[in-house]
């Protein structure tokens, strides 16, 4: 993913009411969206240096938006979670990640069998749900940041696939320089750990990438190991 104008310095002062940030421009105070509905834990400390895009698109009631935290380890780490499913995307149309590629020519939001709602990526016989993965806690990256009844819901979902005897994968996007490996919090959200380890047990293939990202391009990096919490 390529930025072109490059993404903009500015100085984060707050996120509040979920999806709004002060930042400070030069002399000046703008108010920026913040599309991320998590704890944003570690990556919104007042005073972090941080980068924003800003938008052609005339009728957004917010012209810019918070893309990159710079936390105070000095990791750099997107925060914008809509960006987890274009990373995806891309490193699919590219053939970027073999192990994906090998299955076929991927779709976007295709329907769960026998359900309402939809999984993020589908091809014949697979499905794959993306989460994106930005709190570094102890050294090991962590999902969820928040309680989360959604993602629980995905990870059943995808369980039953795998049941059915589908491939069946759960993706986590890291665009986290500082995290080497993921596992899930479970004194945050119980009931989506206890999912992922009875999801594991049942054939759900959980993966997790690492991506760099920087004010002029995001690109992918490695594979990380996923480890089931006991």
């Given at each position: 993913?390529n930025?072109?104008?490059p993404?903009?310095?500015?100085?984060?002062?707050?996120?509040?009411k979920?999806?709004?940030a002060?930042?400070?421009?030069?002399?000046?105070?703008?108010t920026?969206?913040?599309?991320?509905?998590?704890?944003?834990?570690g990556?919104?400390?007042?005073?972090?240096?941080?980068?924003?895009?800003?938008?052609s698109?005339?009728?957004?009631?917010?012209?810019?938006?918070?893309?990159?935290v710079?936390?105070?380890?000095?990791?750099?780490?997107?925060?914008?979670?809509?960006?987890?499913?274009?990373?995806v995307?891309?490193?699919?149309?590219?053939?970027?990640?073999?192990?994906?590629?090998?299955?076929?020519?991927?779709?976007r939001?295709?329907?769960?069998?026998?359900?309402?709602?939809?999984?993020?990526?589908?091809?014949?016989?697979?499905?794959?749900?993306?989460?994106?993965?930005?709190w570094?806690?102890?050294?090991?990256?962590?999902?969820p940041?928040?309680?989360s009844?959604?993602?629980?819901?995905?990870?059943?979902?995808?369980?039953?696939?795998?049941?059915?005897?589908?491939?069946?994968i759960?993706?986590?996007?890291?665009?986290?320089?500082?995290?080497?490996?993921?596992?899930?919090?479970?004194?945050?959200?119980?009931?989506?750990?206890?999912?992922?380890?009875?999801?594991?047990?049942?054939?759900?293939d959980?993966l997790?990438?690492?991506?760099?990202?920087?004010?002029?391009?995001?690109?992918?990096?490695?594979?990380?190991?996923?480890?089931?919490?006991?």
């Open positions: 993913m930025f072109d104008p993404l903009k310095q500015a100085i984060l002062l707050r996120r509040y979920r999806f709004l002060d930042i400070r421009v030069g002399e000046g105070i703008e920026v969206h913040c599309a991320n509905t998590g704890a944003m834990h990556c919104s400390d007042p005073m972090s240096r941080v980068w924003y895009s800003t938008s698109n005339p009728r957004r009631k917010l012209q810019h938006s918070l893309e990159i710079e936390t105070s380890q000095g990791h750099r780490v997107c925060v914008n979670t809509a960006r987890a499913n274009q990373l995307a891309e490193a699919l149309e590219t053939n970027s990640i073999p192990e994906l590629s090998r299955l076929g020519t991927w779709r939001e295709v329907g769960v069998p026998d359900e309402s709602g939809r999984f993020d990526f589908g091809t014949d016989g697979v499905v794959m749900e993306v989460k994106m993965v930005s570094l806690r102890n050294g090991v990256g962590v999902f940041d928040a309680t009844v959604r993602a629980a819901r995905h990870v059943e979902s995808l369980k039953k696939c795998a049941q059915r005897g589908m491939r069946a759960l993706l986590y996007c890291v665009p986290h320089s500082g995290v080497d490996s993921v596992t899930t919090a479970s004194d945050i959200d119980p009931t989506y750990s206890e999912a992922i380890s009875d999801a594991v047990a049942d054939g759900v959980v997790a990438y690492r991506w760099s990202v920087s004010a002029t391009n995001w690109l992918l990096d490695r594979e990380l190991p996923f480890v089931v919490e006991d």
